[in-house]
């Protein structure tokens, strides 16, 4: 969990991070999660979240920052994670006292602990049942921007439905982790802004709305367990008083829509149209700004954060840095200096040696397992340290074209 404060001039006049497996042991995260014994199902423990955001707070007043000059805020949380709220919890939300942190007041209000996120690749069934209920993959992607993804929200929604609908039925909202966020600085249930709500194969992208027949497709009464979603910057309202009392704010400061963390990056990076950017991160993302896009089987199309008039495009590779800090650890014994200067010793096109590395199923293309071939086009078990690291880099890289590509993205020479 990270914070940024920023003055009227954009000058950064404050930053600091909790790291969740260092800094809040007791949960027993690695990088964060938990993988489950299927390798398949990965989830976060959503308490962990709400203790991470009670001690950055804590910390940013310790340190002597006047959280009572903060006039607005607003966040990304990580897209495609779900938040599961208990029948009841508005009103321990909206009554939370702030003689204690946010986490003990809310220990009861989810009926699911651990939520599902962007890593969870468990739901294939739930997939195929969705893109049948639209008439296909491709129709359910003209329709919401991308076919039925794993990941997605939808999905994920549909198999806590189909497992255990006790669970969904003591569900009285659903939030993305952005609009969970956001749900605890304003005491109330946050709406799910456009462009985070165009990653769970649930919204109309071209009409800014739910569609009924994925709705129903994935669990009965979920539209009144979402809510409405609004342009990603919409002003909620003010703060919670729970953050004045507790933390000093001022109780003009006002919660604007948290989105996803790649609509985020666009807007943060200010790209226009034409601009391609390339995100590299526990999962790699390239993204652009389009004006007329055409959705298809590979990669998405999400509303833009910024102009809810147009669009971003979207291609997502689960196998990042990961992966990279892996291969990192094996052939250079975890130092970034020695990964640098080994990828510096080889040529560029690696001397024709060529290797596609996924460690756990990937998302674009559908592979898992490393793949290393040489010169010769002979697949082989083993590189050097020096040809495995440059193979990696080159590797990633050319994936990212090649699907660029095959989705209409002229690259410049």
Known sequence: LKVIAIDEQLRVI???NVHFDKDLPEFKTQGGV????????????VLMWVKALDVILEKMNSSGFDLSQVRAM???????????????????LKNASSELPLHQSLKGCFSVSDSPIWMDSSTASQCRALEKALGGAQHLASVTGSRAYER???????????????????TERISLVSSFAASLFL??????????????????????AWSKPCLDACAPGLEERLGCPVPSHSVLGPISPYYCQRYGFSPDCKIVAFTGDNPASLAGMRLQEGDIAISLGTSDTLFLWIQEPTPALEGHILCNPVDSQTYM????????????EKIRDECASGSWDEFSKALSSTDAGNSGNLG???????ITP????????????????????????????????????????KLGYKVCK
């Not at 596609?356 to 990937?362: K, N, Q, S, T, W």
Request: charge should be neutral; charged fraction near 20%; hydrophobic fraction near 35%.
């Open 14 to 16: 404050y930053e600091d």
């Open 34 to 45: 938990y993988i489950h014994s299927d390798r398949l199902t990965v989830t976060s423990p």
């Open 74 to 92: 607003s966040g990304a949380g990580q897209q495609h994670g779900s938040v599961y709220w208990k029948n009841g919890s508005i009103q321990i």
């Open 152 to 170: 997605f929200t939808g999905n994920q929604i549909a198999k806590i439905y189909n497992q255990n609908p006790e669970v969904y039925k003591q």
């Open 187 to 208: 005491g109330a249930y946050a709406p799910i802004d456009y462009s985070d709500g165009s990653g769970m194969n649930l919204l109309q992208i071209w009409e800014k």
């Open 313 to 324: 495009a979207l291609l997502c590779f689960k196998n990042g840095s990961l992966m990279r």
């Open 356 to 362: 596609f590395y996924f460690d756990v199923m990937e």
């Open 366 to 405: 559908e592979a898992v397992g490393v793949h290393r071939f040489n010169r010769d086009n002979q697949k082989v078990p083993r590189f050097p340290k020096e040809v495995e690291i440059r193979a990696l880099i080159e590797g990633q890289f050319m994936t990212k074209r090649i699907h660029a590509e």
